[in-house]
């Protein structure tokens, strides 16, 4: 099986951001950067896929020329070459553009399964997956928490809202977008990481695609969250201010 | 430990900067393997005095042993990524970097330097994974700093050697699959390799230590220890072979205590930003907290400094013993002082094991001690810049 892992690299989380001077996005010259958390299971849920059933990973990330860190750890991983569709300001296009970029590299792969994370620590849409699906004519599914490979195709296993799950059998090619937490990460060996050096990255550029930043939507401003502190006094009885209490803590604050 | 963000490590120069993409996987993998696998369970094992087992073999997997070696399976890293990978290691706790250098750096490397075939054969490759360990027996009870004065002794009897002699203070002693043990034979300082059940051979673990809890240290006996003549390395002739093996190790301690440090002051770092005193305000709003901050980050970025060109200097071969030596002697110096330090900072909850702070201030006084103590170091300065040797 032919496996295409679509990896993003986002600033680290716990960084400390500041918005930049255009509004628009974070000053992320000085930020440390990192794989996007779903699509770092995503890729170790592709690695497991290969050594069960053979065949070859290929990581595909579409980002600034930094992103080759990333695209490096995902060699180290076991990734068996990527695809590097270097874009220094991947801002210029919508998530459709970025979905474009994605897809035109994804065809000239021609894998039999595409996995992406389920979003982006960073953007959160959560749309580039499917987009990408839908530009490609394949059928996708979200929120994967499981992958099986069968006769025909595979069998996923997909979260649902309230605990509940579907499973669902799908022909392959197909894209998934996978949920973090789903197997165990493991770690870059310092052999793999040696190996990584010589494996190979493919160059692509928007251009090169021809795919042209024409974006239908676009991002106005980011800022930080208002912080607010508020105090509520709870009146009535100490019983009355427990349960209001327990209340508060279960379906608002949600730490119950 | 309570509330501490993600350790993102301590960086005030941008020395970032200065590492390529391979130095920084290094350092990741060996940092969130430390986060994952270490920092779990390392307070309960300081406390109850016992090694983590369960890493040794996942060390091996990494390619933590001997990482900065060619061939048999070694990782091939270099110096640079090998010092990250002590960096990250000691951060966790010295004992596990112990492990690691005494198993990389005073087992593999000696082997790999003045092995035979046989030897690099049979054992490298386990001692790698971690299917076997070695220990590094050169200290005895009466030779300490000045090793060259050993008692061990190494006879012939036919084609085979008579060891007879006690060593102690070894790390990995009792846990050891193979004892590289120095003794003195009428030809000079020879290296032997002691296998585990060798008849003569003996070692028993050093109980009591207030430091270095997490590592196994021991003593060996080797009482009429018959060897065959292939036991011996045969590259290994005279008092500069061992020392060759402790510059290899002390140069990952030089790496090693600025990862003890980096821990010891984010942690005193963050507290100040959250314990407050006087009128609520945080610790760190009052000007002598803050000295001691300013002094701490600088004697650390310093000690960073120190080490990186260390490691470009060793990438380049151009690197000497007594540059070592000036790097072992600061680096543990000021580790040892950021750790003391931001034990005050902590007040009473700086001593407490729920901190990682005395614990690693404890070991340091370990690390002052071995691999040559600071006095040691400094003669080694002396002699360097006046060309007179004081030791005697
Ligand atoms: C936890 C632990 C693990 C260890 N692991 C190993 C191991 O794996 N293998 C191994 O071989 N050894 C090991 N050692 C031993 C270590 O290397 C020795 O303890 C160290 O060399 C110092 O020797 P000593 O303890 O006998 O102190 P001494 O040599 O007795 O020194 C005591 C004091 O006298 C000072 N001193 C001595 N001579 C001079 C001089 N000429 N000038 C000025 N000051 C001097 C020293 O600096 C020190 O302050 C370990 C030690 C510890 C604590």
Redesign the pocket.
């Known amino acids: 099986m032919k496996i295409l892992v679509a990896i993003k690299q986002v600033p680290s989380r716990d960084s400390q951001l500041k918005v930049s001077s255009s509004g628009r996005w974070m000053e992320d010259a000085d930020l440390s950067a990192e794989i996007n958390e779903p699509d770092a299971y995503a890729l170790e849920e592709a690695l497991q896929l290969k050594e069960k059933h053979g065949g070859e990973v290929v990581a595909l990330c579409a980002g600034p020329a930094r992103a080759s860190q990333t695209i490096r750890e995902a060699l180290a991983k076991g990734a068996d070459r990527a695809v590097h569709v270097e874009e220094e300001d991947l801002g210029r296009f919508d998530l459709l553009g970025v979905a474009q970029l994605l897809a035109k590299a994804a065809a000239e792969v021609k894998p039999d399964l595409i996995l992406t994370g389920l979003q982006s620590d960073d953007l959160g849409y959560g749309q580039t997956g499917v987009i990408l699906a839908e530009l490609l004519g394949l059928p996708h599914s979200t929120i994967i928490m499981q992958v099986e490979k069968t006769e025909a195709g595979i069998r996923v296993k997909r979260e649902l809202e309230d605990g509940w799950f579907q499973h669902m059998t799908m022909p392959l090619p197909a894209v998934l977008t996978i949920q973090s937490g789903i197997n165990k990460l493991r770690y870059a060996t310092l052999m793999g990481i040696k190996k990584a050096k010589t494996k190979e990255v493919k160059q692509l550029s928007a251009d090169g695609l021809g795919v042209t930043a024409a974006p239908k939507v676009s991002l106005e401003r980011v800022y930080m969250p208002q912080r607010a502190k508020q105090t509520t006094l709870l009146p009535g009885t100490a019983k009355e201010q427990a349960a209001k209490l327990a209340e508060i803590l279960k379906f608002e604050v949600r730490v119950l | 430990m309570r509330n501490m963000p993600t350790f993102r490590g301590v960086d005030y120069l941008h020395l970032e900067s200065l590492l390529n993409e391979q130095e920084l996987l290094v350092r990741n993998t060996a940092r969130d393997f430390v986060e994952k696998d270490v920092l779990p369970q390392i307070r309960e094992c300081y406390r109850d005095g016992r090694f983590p087992h369960d890493l040794i073999r996942k060390m091996g997997d990494l390619g933590f042993y001997g990482a900065n070696l060619e061939g048999y399976g070694c990782a091939g890293m270099s110096n640079v990524e090998y010092g990250l990978l002590m960096q990250e290691l000691e951060r966790g706790d010295s004992g596990v970097r112990?492990f690691c250098s005494?198993q990389g750096a005073?087992v593999m490397y000696p082997i790999l330097t003045y092995g035979s075939e046989e030897h690099k054969q049979r054992w490298l490759p386990a001692l790698q994974k971690g299917e076997a360990i070695g220990?590094?027996?050169?200290?005895e009870p009466g030779?300490?700093?000045?090793?060259a004065g050993m008692t061990t002794t190494a006879r012939q009897d036919g084609a085979d050697w008579i060891l007879n002699g006690e060593?102690?203070?070894?790390?990995?002693?009792t846990l050891a699959d193979v004892a590289l043990v120095w003794a003195r034979s009428p030809e000079g300082i020879r290296g032997f390799l002691v296998e585990k059940g060798t008849k003569g051979y003996s070692s028993s673990d050093i109980h009591g230590?207030m430091?270095?809890r997490a590592?196994v240290?021991s003593s060996l006996v080797l009482s009429d220890c018959r060897l065959p003549a292939s036991a011996m390395l045969p590259g290994a002739q005279g008092l500069k072979s061992p020392l060759s093996c402790l510059t290899q190790a002390r140069y990952g301690i030089g790496w090693g205590v600025v990862g003890a440090a980096m821990e010891c002051y984010e942690t005193a770092r963050h507290y100040s930003t959250v314990r407050k005193q006087f009128d609520n305000r945080p610790i760190a709003s009052h000007q002598l907290v803050q000295e001691k901050l300013a002094d701490m980050i600088t004697e650390l970025t310093k000690a960073q400094l120190l080490a990186l060109h260390c490691g470009r200097l060793k990438d380049q071969g151009k690197l000497e013993p007594a540059h070592v030596s000036m790097l072992k002697r600061n680096n543990v110096r000021a580790a040892l002082d950021i750790a003391r330090t931001s034990r005050d900072l902590l007040g009473a909850n700086g001593i407490m094991d729920e901190y990682p702070i005395m614990r690693h201030m404890c070991n340091l006084e370990?690390v002052k001690?071995?691999?040559?103590?600071?006095?040691?170091h400094t003669?080694v300065l002396g002699e360097r810049v006046t060309g007179v040797a004081?030791?005697?």
């Open positions: 112990s005494v005073l220990c590094f027996g050169l200290t030779f300490g700093s000045n090793p060593k102690t203070w070894i790390t990995n002693g230590k430091s270095m590592s240290t370990t001690t071995y691999e040559g103590t600071d006095h040691i003669l004081a030791y005697k």
